[in-house]
């Protein structure tokens, strides 16, 4: 097999000569779709952005934005996708039919040279489609948090979120909200045979699992936002590639009396929702994570399989105490994720073994906290992320995890301040020592993003900022 079939505009396109690192984006501008743009071709403009469907557990359809860049047309054998060329009321040849997101933006001003504009109109046409704004009683409903991976360097954002905060609900007969009250069609099983390397998504989780048995080295694919980077920018090509986010295995949300278990291919977007608040530590952190487009695609897997010292789920998820469930033909087993890294970029997931979940212990610490030191507010890395969960009993601490990214070669727990902090009165005396002690933890370098000694004073401050904010207590010298 080397063809591929999706439905693009609303029309079926079957593809051949597929292979297995050519890019969304890159092939929709071969064939002439050039609406969507190349900014960056790394996940930070949403130049690129296109509008993949998405099945519903109502059996309908949800629009989620996604960076073209980034995404291996490969990956998207039977699945649906939207260009801007296909949001006009119209669809196709007929670019004077604006859609009411297009007709906003042209009478506001939120276009000047253009360049970003169909990324904008694709990532608000996401949004303007999204269920939960319909349904919302505030103003229009329009989350900002929509378009924050949309970058713009001429117009300014004002027009623009002039534009989404006008925009109305979809009229009666939309053909698009019409479309999406029907099924979204369900990646299908591929196998590109091709001189350039292979691509495989196995049926199921046992097919994947024969395959990494016997390629293991082959290149485990999930959302692909790490892959599609490499792909790009280092011209990075694995001569097997395994995608495995649509395995049913991987996309269980589970409570039990004793645990929450994530399915490691679940998007952070559909964690997000599908967990509404219910563990306010990674309710903070989510929108702290890269833009919605990245959250539509990135998965805990692929943040726990990069291994990156500043990578953001893993403080998140040492100070909840998380394991790693790591499974392969042999079977499953659990790690604690305090022992998971071992070294740079190295972990102790061995040839051959997905990550299926993560697995949280209930109940959950109360007292939390999540902060994130990057160069910008939005949309950044890490220099340094800090994740607190604490127990109080009568104003002691009586239990306490601390996360740490970006001030070690792995992402780390703060052992001696936790000790340091347990069985004290949560007062602002403990908090200082302990503070200081936290400063030591680690070995933080130099690098471009930070100095050691940078990062060293930011882990003195977050917890004394964790502790001003849960107390609400006045600072006293
Ligand atoms: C613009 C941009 C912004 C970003 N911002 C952030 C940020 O704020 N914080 C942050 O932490 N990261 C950020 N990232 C990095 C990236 O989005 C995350 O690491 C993400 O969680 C990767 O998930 P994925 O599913 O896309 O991984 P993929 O790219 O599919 O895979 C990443 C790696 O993990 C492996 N892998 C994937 N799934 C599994 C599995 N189930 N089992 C074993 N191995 C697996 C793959 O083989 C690969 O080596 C950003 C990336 C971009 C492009
Ligand atoms: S081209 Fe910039 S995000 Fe894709
Ligand atoms: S209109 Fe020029 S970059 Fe946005």
Redesign the pocket.
């Not at 960076?67 to 980034?70: D, E, F, I, T």
């Given at each position: 097999m080397n063809q591929i079939e999706i439905t693009l505009n609303g029309q079926p396109r079957s593809i051949s000569g597929v292979l297995p690192h050519t890019t969304l984006?890159g092939w929709l501008r071969s064939q002439g779709l050039t609406g969507?743009?190349?900014?960056?071709?790394?996940?930070?403009?949403?130049?690129?952005?296109v509008l993949l469907s998405k099945p519903t557990a109502e059996g309908g359809t949800r629009l989620e934005s996604v960076?073209?860049?980034?995404l291996l047309l490969a990956g998207l054998h039977g699945q649906e996708v939207t260009t801007v060329e296909g949001i006009g009321v119209e669809g196709l040849g007929s670019p004077l039919a604006l859609h009411p997101v297009q007709s906003e933006l042209a009478v506001r001003g939120g276009s000047q040279c253009g360049y970003c504009t169909p990324?904008f109109v694709v990532s608000m046409a996401a949004e303007y489609y999204r269920p939960e704004r319909q349904a919302s009683q505030h103003s229009n409903g329009f989350e900002l948090d929509a378009i924050h991976?949309n970058?713009c360097r001429c117009t300014g954002y004002r027009p623009i979120r002039d534009a989404a905060q006008a925009l109305g609900q979809p009229a009666e007969g939309d053909r698009i909200a019409e479309r999406l009250t029907r099924p979204a069609p369900l990646p299908r099983p591929t196998e590109l045979i091709t001189s350039s390397g292979h691509f495989h998504r196995p049926e199921t989780l046992e097919d994947a699992l024969h395959l990494l048995d016997q390629l293991p080295d082959a290149r485990i694919l999930a959302g692909g936002t790490d892959w599609g980077v490499d792909v790009n920018l280092k011209h990075a090509r694995a001569a097997v590639t395994v995608a495995v986010e649509h395995l049913p295995e991987l996309g269980r949300l589970e409570w039990t009396p004793e645990h929450l278990e994530l399915g490691a291919g679940l998007s952070l977007s559909e964690l997000e929702r599908r967990l509404a608040g219910a563990v306010p530590l990674l309710h903070t952190w989510f929108p702290q994570f890269a833009s919605r487009?990245i959250r539509n695609r990135a998965t805990l897997g692929g943040n726990l399989g990069t291994a990156s010292p500043i990578g953001d789920s893993p403080p998140v998820l040492l100070a909840l105490g998380a394991s790693v469930l790591l499974i392969s033909s042999q079977g499953e087993r659990e790690v604690p994720l305090d022992g998971y890294f071992t070294g740079y970029r190295q972990t102790v997931r061995r040839p051959g073994e997905l990550i299926r979940a993560v697995r949280i212990p209930l109940p959950l610490a109360p007292v939390t906290g999540f902060y994130k030191i990057a160069k910008r507010p939005l949309d950044d890395i890490s220099s340094v992320a800090v994740a607190f969960a604490l127990s109080l009993e009568g104003g002691v601490v009586s239990g306490v995890k601390i996360g740490l990214g970006g001030v070690a070669a792995t992402p780390i727990r703060a052992h001696e301040t936790e000790a340091a902090l347990v069985g004290q009165p949560w007062t602002q005396g403990t908090v200082q020592r302990a503070a200081r002690l936290l400063k030591r933890e680690g070995t933080p370098q130099d690098d471009h993003r930070a100095s050691g000694a940078y990062r060293a004073a930011m882990l003195e401050q977050t917890l004394l900022k964790f502790y001003f904010e849960q107390t609400g207590a006045e600072v006293t010298a």
């Open positions: 984006l969507s743009k190349e900014g960056c071709a790394e996940g930070e403009c949403g130049a690129c952005a960076n073209g860049c980034l990324g991976g970058l487009l």
